[in-house]
């Protein structure tokens, strides 16, 4: 018996690559911005903590994760027989 399964688990992907990108650059930009610019402006930069979890969902490992579910999207199949699952390259 043969199936073609989805995971199961969070999907972080985002739909296009240069959108997820661009989510990288604004969240991680936001984090080193948010320390970096404390002896410039204080405390005040703090504020930029927010938007930089926000943009990369939660934190860098989920950005990262969601990087590789967007690269692979459509390109990766995992299927099952007896019992032993592979991935393999997905049919155009």
């Known amino acids: 018996m043969?199936?073609?399964t989805q995971a199961d688990g969070p999907d972080f992907a985002s739909a296009s690559l240069p959108r997820h990108l661009v989510r990288g650059v604004?969240?991680?930009g936001s984090l080193i911005g948010s320390f970096?610019?404390?002896p410039v402006?204080?405390?005040v930069s703090l504020l930029l903590l927010p938007v930089g979890v926000l943009a990369l969902r939660g934190c860098p490992m989920c950005w990262a994760i969601g990087l590789m579910q967007t690269v692979s999207r459509?390109?990766?199949e995992?299927?099952?027989e007896?019992?032993?699952c592979k991935l393999t390259v997905?049919?155009?």
Request: hydrophobic share 35%; net charge positive.
């Open 2 to 4: 043969r199936t073609t």
């Open 26 to 28: 604004v969240g991680f």
């Open 36 to 38: 970096a610019f404390i």
């Open 41 to 43: 402006v204080g405390p």
């Open 74 to 76: 459509g390109r990766l």
């Open 78 to 80: 995992r299927t099952c």
């Open 82 to 84: 007896d019992g032993q």
């Open 90 to 92: 997905a049919e155009p």
